[in-house]
């Protein structure tokens, strides 16, 4: 009787721990936009990462930094991106990430809740949560640094300057061929949230998260529309990696002072979390065909 309790306690602690808890990202955004102004090679980005490392060790998870210094349209800044792997059955990976780097402004202060904010503190939520399941892949939460432009303008290359190394770097080191799929979230923390079909991202891929999130009730935030979007997915899409990216851009505080605390929710980080685990096992089985 006790030996059966105990085992049952048990069971539903693994089973607590396996469901993303957007009370947890919530606090993650918090604390995150209460550093101010994260943008790349600043202290602040420095204090940012130095967060994730600490909440993910204590998710029992440590993260390695890949730093390099990348030239820019107006300076050469230095960049790292964050990668903590959690092992699965087999080696080859399913990665998950998004931007923890806020743009650059010096006229006005943004502090990026959704742009920025909500990407980090939703994969730190969700990496304690893949860490407490039995993965059958590996699983990488990668954060990426240089997400946005340091111009004012989003041209050429003067973006997505982590995605873009990562790749440069997993095909030099032969890692690439191991990547089996890309899910990437960014600005998924407005409060009136809306995500369309981004036609760069694989078909595939978006048909089974859509797929899901019609099964849970949520296809009046993952809406049938398309969209089109440049984002941190393009380079992995050109490395012939499937990628979806979950975004939304349909956001009135975009790149303003007011993408602030105020123009974002928990529930639409919970509304994230629960379709991407949703769709996670499906994504699993078509990999494994
Ligand atoms: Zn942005």
């Known amino acids: 009787m006790r030996i059966a309790l105990v085992l049952l306690l048990v069971a539903a602690q693994a089973a607590a721990a396996a469901t993303f808890d957007s009370s947890r990202a919530w606090e993650h955004l918090r604390q995150m936009v209460a550093i101010g102004p994260r943008p790349s090679g600043t202290p602040a980005i420095e204090q940012t990462r130095k967060y994730i490392k600490d909440q993910l060790a204590a998710a029992g998870l440590t993260a390695v930094e890949q730093t390099w210094e990348d030239r820019t349209p107006i300076d050469a800044v230095r960049m790292t991106n964050l990668i903590a792997t959690i092992p699965g059955a087999r080696k080859e ?127 009046d935030v993952f809406m049938s529309e398309t969209t089109r979007i440049e984002d941190d997915h393009l380079p992995f899409l050109e490395a012939g990696v499937p990628s979806v990216d979950i975004i939304d851009l349909d956001y009135p505080a975009w790149h303003t002072a007011q993408d602030t605390l105020d123009a974002v929710s928990a529930r639409s980080l919970q509304t994230v979390g629960d379709v991407l685990l949703a769709a996670l096992p499906a994504i699993e089985s078509r990999l494994a065909r």
Do not use: Q
């Not at 111009?151 to 061929?177: I, K």
């Open 93 to 219: 990976r399913i990665v998950f990430s998004g931007h923890y780097d806020t743009k650059l402004y010096r006229e006005f202060r943004f502090v990026g809740a959704s742009d920025g904010g909500s990407s980090a503190a939703f994969l730190i939520e969700l990496a304690r949560v893949l860490k407490a399941r039995k993965n059958p892949f590996t699983v990488e939460i990668l954060f990426l640094d240089g997400e946005e432009a340091r111009l004012p303008e989003w041209n050429g290359t003067d973006n997505t300057y982590g995605s873009r190394h990562y790749v440069a770097a997993a095909r030099r080191d032969g890692s690439l061929a191991s990547l089996k799929a890309m899910i990437l979230v960014d600005m998924i923390g407005d409060r009136d949230l809306t995500i369309r079909r981004d036609t760069h991202s694989t078909e595939w891929l978006t048909d089974l998260i859509w797929a899901a999130a019609k099964r849970r009730n949520h296809d």
